[in-house]
């Protein structure tokens, strides 16, 4: 195939992919898996951006095929010797303007690898500035909270207003205020508790990172809103599903409530909080349980998100 056919495919599993992206959120069968649910919105994510790059460069190089990727590199090393008659052979382009040619694919090229950077590089600051922000968070803590035998293994913040939340890393903590402590029974603690731990466990923080970061790379974006809205919510729901394995549903149910009508403190950014998401909807879903997608069900959602990742995969890199 050429780079133009190939550019041609990868338009089609861009385009796609943003379709499925704007649909997703309004599905009512990922609140029955959320697990296979978040695999899904990480390969659309994912095979989006891939494919969008890889179209630009199958744009800059319509006579031969885009991969592997070094005939990327090796067309911009001849635009920096060569110059761009070099480039226009190396390119195939032929016609009455080759110079307008040339300078139109090495367009397509800059905006192919400018947009990998830049996909790159809001993730790279995103995950810095959550670092950042649990250093300050754990400095904080340090100074501030204390154990407790009511919360073991969780630190307590002498603060009135309710708040619990975790903060994932290498030295993962949760942390719950006084206002928590006084607002909830020993049962409705121990939910909550279950629950932060399993976002611990599950690291369920680089799930939503990506997430994070394209939405504040394009607040304007409502595909990119309403991805970070669904993928928040689908976690919060599977960390419930997690805690359900340790306690009641009624006493999660309870706690839910009462974090919903107290007065609550958000959580520090680079958490994630029991009480996000949209409350109402996970206390609906616990009151009236789901039943799970069926296996083969799932399998055809982890099937479908391997081959919209494979697409792109296989024709930029072999």
């Not at 002498?158 to 994932?168: F, I, K, M, T, V």
């Not at 279950?194 to 790379?217: G, N, S, Y």
């Not at 689908?234 to 009462?258: F, T």
Request: net charge positive.
């Amino acid at each position: 195939m050429t780079g133009l056919e190939d550019a041609a495919l990868l338009a089609v599993v861009a385009i796609g992919s943003a379709i499925g992206a704007s649909a997703l959120p309004h599905a009512n069968w990922p609140r029955r898996s959320p697990a296979a649910a978040i695999l899904l919105w990480q390969a659309l994510g994912l095979a989006a951006g891939l494919a969008a790059v890889g179209t630009l460069i199958g744009l800059a190089m319509p006579a031969s095929h885009i991969g592997p990727v070094r005939s990327v590199l090796q067309a911009g090393f001849a635009a920096w010797t060569d110059g761009p008659f070099r480039l226009t052979e190396e390119f195939g382009a032929a016609g009455v303007m080759p110079t307008i040619v040339v300078a139109a694919r090495l367009t397509c090229l800059a905006a192919g690898l400018a947009l990998l950077a830049s996909l790159c590089w809001v993730l790279i600051a995103a995950s810095v500035a959550v670092l950042q922000a649990r250093r300050r968070q754990r400095a904080l803590l340090t100074l501030l909270a204390h154990g407790d035998p009511k919360v073991p293994g969780a630190l307590v913040v002498d603060y009135p207003s309710a708040a619990a939340y975790c903060l994932p890393g290498l030295r993962s903590q949760i942390v719950v205020s006084a206002g928590t402590l006084r607002l909830l029974g020993h049962g409705e603690l121990a939910a909550v508790l279950a629950h932060e731990r399993a976002h611990l466990r599950e690291r369920h923080d680089l799930v939503l990172l990506p997430f994070t970061a394209l939405r504040r790379a394009f607040p304007r974006s409502a595909t990119c809103t309403g991805a970070h809205r669904a993928v928040a919510l689908l976690v919060e729901m599977l960390a419930d599903d997690h805690a359900l394995r340790a306690r009641p549903a009624r006493e999660l149910v309870s706690a839910l409530v009462r974090f919903g009508t107290a007065d609550t403190c958000p959580a520090p950014p680079g958490a994630l909080a029991v009480g996000e998401g949209e409350v109402a909807a996970r206390v609906a879903r616990l009151l009236q349980p789901v039943r799970p997608l069926p296996t083969a069900a799932v399998l055809a959602v982890r099937l479908a998100a391997a081959l919209l990742v494979a697409a792109p995969v296989t024709l930029l890199v072999i």
